[in-house]
């Protein structure tokens, strides 16, 4: 069975796989969550102090902390609405529609479940079956590993300017010399 686009897609770090959680978590203004409102949503019930500091989520999210405890995956994960075993390193863990598939719905760990023991042929038969109830459903054939962001999230919203690039810095500066 031939890889997809999707399938080649490469989440190595835990940093990048939160960046990707953040990517899918915006508000209505198409911002994402601060890392003192992740640090604020793992938070317990009844307790006023995060799980997990802000300063935690800072460096796991800019990739300078990489060896988290598992309470703090945990939390983080349960504060941006995602599977857990996702924040895991290795590309095993990488595919966050299985993963929240596998999550959500009792009748898919059934299915998984009911494959154990089969030959591959089995398997592949079982896949087919599945692309066409897709086809019938209306639905597309392939799904990707990571949703697709809501519309909007990667376009500039005014209030925030992006930051401009080094070489974008310098044409910049050097127009305005011209301009002298």
Aim: a negative charge; one cysteine or more; aromatic letters at 2%.
């Amino acid at each position: 069975m031939a890889d997809t686009p999707h399938d080649q897609h490469q989440l190595h770090g835990l940093s990048t796989k939160l960046m990707a959680l953040l990517r899918l978590r915006r508000d209505p203004e198409g911002f994402p969550p601060s890392v003192r409102d992740i640090a604020e949503a793992t938070t317990p019930a009844g307790q006023r102090k995060p799980a997990v500091s802000h300063g935690t989520v800072n460096g796991l999210v800019n990739g300078t902390n990489h060896n988290p405890r598992v309470s703090t995956l945990t939390a983080l994960a349960q504060a941006l609405d995602a599977p857990s075993a996702f924040l895991l390193p290795g590309p095993a863990w990488d595919d966050l529609t299985a993963l929240t598939v596998y999550r959500e719905r009792p009748e898919a760990r059934e299915a998984l479940r009911l494959m154990q023991g089969l030959e591959v042929q089995d398997i592949l038969e079982i896949c087919t079956m599945l692309r066409e109830a897709r086809h019938r459903a209306g639905l597309p054939e392939d799904v990707p590993a990571i949703p697709t962001p809501p519309p909007g999230v990667d376009q500039p919203r005014e209030g925030r300017p992006r930051r401009l690039s080094l070489n974008e810095a310098a044409e910049r500066a050097a127009d305005d010399l011209e301009g002298l």
